[in-house]
């Protein structure tokens, strides 16, 4: 038992260690540039009166409701292109009351990376030019630097060796950091894992600006919190060393669509008996439904043959057949899924710019019990063949993702017992246009609600990497740090039990709450 003269010692080292007093002010701004001027050469830094400064700020913007409208502006981008540059920012950010928002790929959904709800100072870190991918085939491994892509990973990978991948997502230009921060869901986790499974070791500029070159070998929970546990809140990571995975030379995509007539209700229902039994990790279905059509991406890592027979057995209601088959490289398969043609050329998977097109609203749940032929025709004909400007992906889990794998070997904790992610996508032409965006939301707020019968609840479940701020927002207490309390409304649907543990590494790592968004996870400091 704690004496008293020994808990006044341990508060007075905790006031000592936490409570430092963080006061972003105007006066900062100037010092903190000027800081930054010793370290970072004057080009890099993007000062709001720059003529090049609109065009670096959306450079990477990957969402069309923030590529005007940031909300609050930032002072200034800071384009680092060492890690030196990475590391004085956060030193003269913590020096002079200057934020940081961290940004690789610029996909966020709520544009976390480059603008702030809340009125603040900061700073946008841009990484893109961060982005040497090191494969070492003869280890199957590669380092990446923090600010390289998917499309840019995958390439490097699979011209080192056709027979190497990794087991990301399908859109090329996401960025390594973001999809990795919050575990990385894709078209392979059925065999390889979610991303964040490969993950082997990273290097992390933390909230004092020092750099840990081996995060694994040197701190155990945060190497665990960095995996799947969100961009932002533990540091900057600069550089992954990520396992790669063995693939045989070919590999086969397929895409069906079937329509409401042709089954496509008992068609998804048929193929959610499929995710979990019986266990086939080389072959994963993806669904997207829309309007009155279901349509099957399949990704299976082997040839048509191996694929047909084995459709036969388990799925011949689907009706696959040979000419339905395209067997390619690895490689090309990551190219055509992700740039929509058959003949894309690898090289297309470097091209980081993306059409930023309609305006788009996404949500997420989890399905862990089949919504069934009835469920689904409802689904069908009460939203989605009501509304032709939204649709439901549905990405299978199983395999490699829950077996053997426990719900807190990684910050992803939606592993035993899951089938499916479904993500609802919702667009519309104009922002401008307030019947149209209204009309959207009318939509996507019916069909979230209808689904509540299906998904998990107590928390109803969502993906960190489908970031969603109507799911909750972090709010800063009166010691200017953010609660707890106020976390946990959003982070235990992100995160489940898993939650606790990383408010406590974030405790340890980043008391001061300096690296913090509107869904940044809080810290949660141990008081006596
Ligand atoms: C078209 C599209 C397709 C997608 N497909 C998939 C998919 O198949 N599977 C999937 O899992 N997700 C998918 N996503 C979601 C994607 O993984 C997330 O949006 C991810 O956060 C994007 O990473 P980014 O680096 O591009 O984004 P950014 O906006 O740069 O960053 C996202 C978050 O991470 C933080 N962050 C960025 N870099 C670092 C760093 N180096 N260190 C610390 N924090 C950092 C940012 O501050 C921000 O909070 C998709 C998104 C889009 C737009
Ligand atoms: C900018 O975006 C914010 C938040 O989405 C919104 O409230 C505001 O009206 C927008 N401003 C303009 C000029 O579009
Ligand atoms: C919503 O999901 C779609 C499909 O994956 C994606 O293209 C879009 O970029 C996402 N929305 C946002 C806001 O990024
Ligand atoms: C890169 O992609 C964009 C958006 O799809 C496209 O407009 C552009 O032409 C592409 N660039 C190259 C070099 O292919």
Not at 51 to 62: D, I, P, W, Y
Not at 218 to 234: K, P, Q, V, Y
Not at 388 to 409: K, Y
Request: aromatic share 10%.
């Amino acid at each position: 038992m704690a004496t008293s003269k020994n808990m006044a010692r341990e508060l007075a080292i905790f006031f000592f260690l936490c409570c430092t007093v963080f006061l972003p002010s105007l006066a900062g701004s100037d010092d903190f540039l000027q800081c930054l001027s010793q370290t970072i050469p004057s080009d890099l830094v993007y000062q709001q009166r720059s003529s090049s400064f609109e065009s670096v700020l959306r450079s990477s913007v990957q969402n069309p409701r923030y590529a005007t409208n940031t909300t609050v502006r930032p002072l200034c981008v800071v384009a680092a292109s060492g890690v030196p540059h990475v590391q004085a920012a956060v030193r003269c950010g913590r020096a002079h009351g200057v934020r940081l928002r961290v940004r690789s790929g610029g996909h966020d959904y709520e544009a976390l990376s480059y603008r702030s709800v809340r009125p603040e100072v900061f700073a946008v870190l841009e990484l893109s030019r961060l982005r040497v991918v090191d494969v070492r085939p003869a280890e199957a491994a590669a380092w990446v630097d923090a600010g390289a892509t998917l499309g840019e990973l995958y390439h490097a990978v699979g011209t080192a060796d056709r027979r190497l991948a990794f087991p990301g997502g399908a859109c090329p230009t996401v960025g390594v950091s973001g999809y990795l921060s919050g575990g990385g869901i894709g078209l392979m986790m059925r065999k390889y894992g979610i991303g964040a499974d490969s993950v082997v070791d990273a290097r992390v500029v933390n909230a004092d600006g020092d750099l840990i070159g081996s995060v694994a070998s040197t701190d155990l929970d945060l190497f665990w919190a960095i995996r799947g546990g969100g961009g932002e809140s533990f540091g900057v990571v600069v550089a992954w060393r990520l396992r790669l995975s063995m693939v045989e030379e070919t590999v086969t995509v397929v895409n069906i669509e079937r329509t409401l007539d042709e089954g496509a209700a008992a068609l998804v229902a048929k193929w959610e008996t499929l995710i979990l039994q019986p266990y086939l990790p080389d072959l994963t279905i993806r669904v997207v439904v829309q309007d009155h059509h279901a349509f099957f991406q399949t990704l299976f890592l082997g040839r048509c043959s191996r694929l047909l027979r084995a459709m036969r057995a388990f799925f011949p209601e689907l009706g696959m057949a040979p000419a339905d088959c395209r067997e390619m490289t690895w490689l090309r398969a990551m190219a055509f899924i992700g740039l929509g043609a058959a003949d894309a050329p690898a090289e297309g998977l470097l091209n980081r710019t993306n059409n930023l097109g309609t305006y788009v609203k996404n949500k997420s749940d989890y399905v862990r019990r089949g919504i069934g032929r009835a469920g689904w025709e409802g689904i069908f004909q009460q939203h989605l063949s009501r509304y032709g400007a939204g649709l439901m992906i549905l990405e299978p889990h199983g395999g490699a993702v829950s077996a053997g794998v426990p719900d807190f070997a990684t910050p992803y904790p939606h592993r035993q017992g899951v089938l499916y992610n479904v993500q609802y996508v919702v667009f519309w032409l104009d922002e401008a246009d307030g019947a149209a965006a209204a009309a959207a939301a009318g939509w996507l707020g019916g069909l979230y609600g209808h689904m509540e019968q299906f998904v998990t609840s107590n928390p109803r479940e969502a993906f960190a990497n489908y970031r969603d701020l109507e799911i909750g927002e972090n709010v800063v207490g009166g010691d200017g740090v953010t609660t707890y309390e106020s976390g946990r409304v959003w982070g235990e649907k992100y995160f489940m039990g898993n939650f606790r543990r990383l408010a406590a590494v974030k405790g340890r790592v980043d008391p001061g709450d300096y690296f913090r968004n509107e869904q940044s996870i809080p810290p949660l400091l141990q008081r006596f």
